[in-house]
């Protein structure tokens, strides 16, 4: 597992999540564990190390 950390879109404050290296593309939602909104998470590996990571509003 790879811990990555990143500013929550509604609230800013850095929280981190946990991303698989072995699965290349993911999307999920996931809620920020500091304001509780749900956050759309874009990932994407290739060879193990991440390559794009998005973590984006969906306006709820």
């Known amino acids: ?4 950390f990143f500013q929550c ?3 800013w404050e850095e929280i981190s999540v946990l991303l698989d290296p072995s ?4 999307t999920y939602i996931e809620d920020c564990e500091n ?9 994407s590996f290739e060879n193990g190390e991440l390559t794009s990571y998005e973590a ?5």
């Open 1 to 4: 597992m790879f811990e990555h």
């Open 9 to 11: 879109p509604y609230c």
């Open 23 to 26: 699965v290349r593309s993911q």
């Open 35 to 43: 304001c509780c909104n749900p956050i759309e998470i874009r990932v």
């Open 56 to 60: 984006v509003n969906i306006e709820q």
